[in-house]
């Protein structure tokens, strides 16, 4: 791969491929010495506009692992209003000689831009860009659910026919597009539920079934997995829905909910999470989270997608 | 004074004899122009080349009266690192253009009669094209309080059009009084159609794509909700309206409607709202980002077939220049706008003349005699006839060249059709009957310069004599 900017273009082959290679990595990393000399004299540089400890951490590991060297670059403050453009900025990791560039940004869009526009040689990762796209989350959650699902026989399996139920703010959500185009790649069934102004205008033309009812959804998606999204307290100021206690009541993943879903059913969550609003703490705590699996399948997907963008000759296409 | 050369133009076809849709060109017959102290004194056939005239063979061109453009942001005062009055007419010599009316949203902004003489008097000297300031219809384009509207129509700019363009007059009180008020002055409202509220960060067209994209949608409502609005308005206190840069179905039928109604509205597309749809945002590349953004499909297919209807009056270019670095940046942060003047009548001819939606006489009222007649641009050819001003564009419909950055003559590179193969050429622009671009090429500053002055110092004697 050149380079890893969205979910959307992605082939299943590419997918499964990523996910594969996770599994690889994932074994690595249950032995007492976890690093690979994979990416020996290779530098990644962590390009962060915007602050985001669990994401950087989680490439920064992945790297590290992989024997990278990194340079973690917090741009945040330094973007166009403050002076100096990303154009120089590239210009300035393709100085120092950059291979590899994970860059989060509030503008979506700004990795794409970053990759096409010649000012770098380096591979770009896209690490969450405005409410485009977040692709090692979705990459990270599908292996989750694959691992989940089939276990020791996740290797070369795709997602068909699953049912999945995200939650939430879909309209501000990368990780919501991110996981809708992979998972419909993977074959899943996907599912949105949220109040109308938290969907994204024209989600309808999109593969996906919607809901306004939680319950509606849980009954008619038959979930196997429920996503919950983080709720921004901001939003509520925005008048996207009146307070905390009417969107818990209808969007939020209580215990009385949590004790009608059949026995498969896993619940996942990009985290941070906020306990009370979008999820219980029962439902958090349960055996039926992911949250913690996703932190660490978090760094082996991660990991998977550096080799795969990094390692021996870096070509043009896929 | 010497007097400007004089000109013979021979066996050129005349875009007002072409009335026909999908007509070719070679089916009229050709008429020769003789040009005599920027008027055309003489149209006929096999007209002999007096001593000391100059003849341009114009064999296989097409004339039309010089084209104006009823909105083009020179960015002077205050942006020349995008564009200057003489850079912009420059460009739009290049694309045919003998006149053309600089939108208000300068720094300082075109609010007062000392910005709107400064910028004419920088056309003048030029000499390019007639430059029409258009005033800003409230102060500092800050939507409260009216500007000097007055000030600026009674000055030497002779300002008749008011636009904050960039922003909509969205205070429905205010904007009535500006209808109102500019009817004491004979102008028109050109209104920026765009909900403030219902476009906030907003960054393209609102629908599937922007969702999937990320970027914040920029609803058709919100332009259409407005120029409802304001054509009611027009009607209720009887004033002149035009609407800016029409890009959805829906405010086709809104105009339609009022047309048919009897509001005396008038509306323009952008070359670039004919050819450009959406689905080219997917590439982040900030050239495509335009204010009102580029629609879906079914909106181009409308907006040409309301050419076709006569429900769009005018093509006007939003010429918008920006300099290199806001444009090579992340989506968000790049400026809006793209350039236009140059590859106006290209795009004109590959989206109405060669999909039959317009005939060439069709055409020269799109893009000459209409705008002349909203923006009142006294001195206007009404034709090529013995009498009028020489004021006329020579074209080659036939062909086609790539469209690249030496095709660019103003200071800004924003243009998205580089490296694109567009129909037709601007062979020749004449201006009070001097040669601004001449076979292709632009004729120096100086030259043109000084033969702007011969012209002015030939209409004020004739205007002595006349007294």
Redesign the interface.
């Given at each position: 791969m050149r380079h890893l900017l969205d979910t959307?273009t992605l082939t299943r082959d590419e997918a499964i491929l990523i996910l594969d290679i996770a599994e690889d990595m994932s074994a690595t990393q249950q032995r007492e010495v976890k690093k690979l000399p994979t990416l020996r004299g290779k530098t990644i540089v962590n390009l962060f506009y915007e602050d985001s400890t669990r994401t950087r951490i989680s490439f920064e590991a992945a790297s590290k692992r992989l024997s990278a060297d990194v340079i973690n670059f917090s741009a945040k403050g330094s973007?166009?209003?403050k002076g100096e453009?990303?154009?120089d900025t590239a210009q300035t990791l393709q100085a120092i000689g950059a291979d590899g560039v994970v860059i989060r940004?509030?503008?979506?869009?700004?990795p794409?831009?970053l990759a096409?526009?010649g000012w770098i040689d380096a591979g770009v990762l896209n690490a969450g860009?405005?409410?485009?796209?977040h692709p090692t989350q979705a990459l990270l959650d599908a292996f989750t659910m694959r691992r989940r699902l089939f276990g020791e026989n996740s290797r070369g399996r795709d997602l068909d026919g699953i049912s999945v139920v995200i939650v939430g703010d879909i309209?501000h959500s990368?990780v919501a597009?991110s996981n809708l185009w992979l998972l419909k790649v993977l074959g899943a069934n996907v599912s949105f539920v949220a109040p109308e102004t938290l969907l994204?205008?024209?989600?309808r033309?999109?593969p996906v079934t919607i809901y306004h009812s939680l319950d509606t959804a849980i009954r008619e998606a038959n979930p196997d997995v429920i996503m919950l999204l983080r709720i921004q307290t901001e939003r509520m100021h925005a008048a996207f829905f009146p307070n905390e206690r009417e969107y818990a009541r209808n969007w939020g993943l209580n215990d009385v909910r949590v004790a009608g879903l059949q026995d498969r059913t896993i619940i996942m969550h990009p985290g941070p999470m906020n306990r009370g609003l979008e999820i219980s703490a029962g439902a958090a705590d349960s055996e039926r989270s992911t949250v913690l699996e996703q932190v660490a399948n978090g760094v082996s997907v991660r990991m998977a997608a550096l080799y795969l963008l990094l390692s021996g000759e870096r070509g043009e296409s896929a | 004074m010497t007097a400007s050369p004089d000109l013979l133009i021979r066996n050129v076809r005349l875009a007002a004899d072409l009335t026909e849709r999908g007509a070719d060109h070679q089916s009229v017959t050709p008429v020769d122009l003789r040009i005599v102290d920027g008027r055309i004194v003489e149209r006929g056939t096999a007209l002999e080349a007096r001593e000391g005239e100059r003849v341009i063979e114009a064999d296989g061109l097409v004339a039309m009266t010089g084209l104006v453009d009823l909105h083009t942001h020179l960015r002077e005062p205050g942006g020349e690192q995008s564009e200057t009055v003489l850079t912009g007419t420059r460009a739009a010599a290049a694309g045919g253009f003998t006149s053309v009316f600089a939108m208000a949203n300068t720094m300082p902004v075109a609010d007062t009669a000392g910005v709107v003489e400064q910028v004419k008097t920088l056309g003048d000297a030029a000499g390019y094209a007639t430059v029409r300031p258009i005033g800003a219809v409230t102060e500092d384009l800050a939507g409260e309080r009216l500007s000097e509207i007055g000030a600026m129509a009674q000055s030497r700019a002779e300002v008749r059009v008011f636009s904050d363009d960039g922003k909509c007059v969205h205070d429905p009180q205010l904007m009535r009084r500006a209808l109102e008020y500019v009817k004491t002055f004979g102008g028109v409202i050109a209104q920026h159609a765009q909900d403030p509220r219902l476009t906030e960060g907003a960054?393209m067209n609102?629908?599937?794509?922007?969702?999937?994209?990320?970027?914040?949608?920029w609803?058709a409502v919100a332009e259409e909700s407005i120029i409802a609005r304001d054509v009611l308005l027009a009607e209720h206190v009887g004033a002149r309206l035009h609407i800016c840069h029409l890009s959805t179905a829906g405010s086709v039928e809104v105009i339609r409607w009022a047309k048919a109604r009897g509001v005396e509205v008038t509306a323009e597309v952008t070359p670039h709202h004919l050819i450009l749809t959406e689905e080219l945002v997917r590439?982040?590349?900030a050239r495509y980002k335009v204010n009102p953004p580029l629609r879906r499909d079914e909106d181009v297919r409308a907006l040409r077939q309301a050419v076709a209807d006569g429900i769009i009056d005018i093509v006007a270019t939003d010429h918008a220049p920006h300099p290199v670095?806001a444009k090579?940046?992340?989506?968000?942060?790049a400026a809006f706008g793209m350039v236009g003047l140059e590859s106006a009548l290209p795009i004109a001819l590959l989206t109405l003349i060669q999909e039959g939606h317009a005939s060439w006489a069709e055409l020269e009222t799109l893009l000459s005699q209409k705008p002349a007649e909203i923006g009142l641009l006294e001195g206007h050819p009404a034709s090529l006839a013995a009498g009028e001003t020489a004021d006329l564009v020579l074209i080659d419909p036939t062909g086609s060249s790539e469209f690249n950055l030496g095709s660019l003559k103003g200071m800004s590179v924003n243009s998205p059709y580089l490296g694109m193969e567009l129909p037709g050429r601007v062979a020749y622009t004449i201006r009070h009957g001097y040669v601004t671009l001449d076979d292709g090429e632009l004729v120096a500053p100086e030259v043109v310069a000084q033969a702007a002055a011969r012209a002015i110092a030939t209409a004020t004697a004739t205007a002595g004599s006349a007294q």
């Open positions: 959307r973007s166009v209003s453009s990303l154009k940004h509030p503008a979506s869009g700004a794409a831009m096409s526009s860009d405005g409410t485009h796209e309209m990368r597009r994204p205008y024209g989600t033309e999109w | 960054q609102e629908g599937a794509l922007s969702s999937e994209l990320g970027l914040k949608g609803p590439s982040y590349d670095e090579e940046c992340e989506w968000d942060a």
